[in-house]
């Protein structure tokens, strides 16, 4: 009997990506997704699907949320790109982890795993949720500080110091006052440990402090250019011009 499956991820290309694994497979059926912890908790209730593929932070509530608010209770298979410590925890107690990015055959073993586990307890999400969200359950502790290399030295640099990050060939910089240094993370990975309030994901390649943004130039066809103190540029890609323009107030 094929498994009913749910996909919730904010990010509609590792939806995509996921859909396509599955599709290979004739034993799971995906009856359902969402992007946003609000729609999750309904579509849970709606569909009743037998596993949950579940990503943590996304807007509206987080994955911890959504599990604590939803009635129905599905096997739940946690996606994510966080730290070791959450990982050291799902391993412990939840039904599985997929750490982003990840192999089609790291999925699937995680799927192999759903009938003899069950969906963590709320003791256990609360425990997670205190690893994973900064010491409180529902309150999202931000990464203020990133350690970078300065030659032979490691450099403490503060969030608000810095103006953007952006992935130049195959490689993560940070760029603070006309500086750059190198990151070893994913842009993915930085993009979920920091405030959104005060980053935006101007593009696929760059992500932005908007509180360091001096100017917004036009470029054409309502686009816009970000311009940093000491001349850096960044553009708004077309797919996130309009969200960029509700978070100034233009729309």
Partial sequence: MRKTICIIDDEIRSRERVKRILDTRDDFLVIGEADNGKAAVSLIDEKLPDIVLLDIKMPGLSGFQVLRQAQHRPAVIFITAYNEHAVQAFEVHAVDYVLKPFQDERLFEALSRVPSRTTPDDQVLQQLSFLVEGGVPGVRKYQTRFTVKDRFELKVVDVNDIDFFATEDSLVCLYTHGIR?????????????????????????????????????PWGRGRYVLKFSHDERVHVSKDKTREFKSLIGLV
Avoid at 207 to 212: E, H, Q
């Fill in 181 to 217: 240094y190198i990151v070893d993370k994913t842009l993915s990975q930085i993009e979920e440990s920091v405030n959104p309030e005060q980053f935006f994901r101007a593009h696929r390649k760059s992500l932005v402090n908007l509180n360091r943004v001096e100017r917004i130039l």
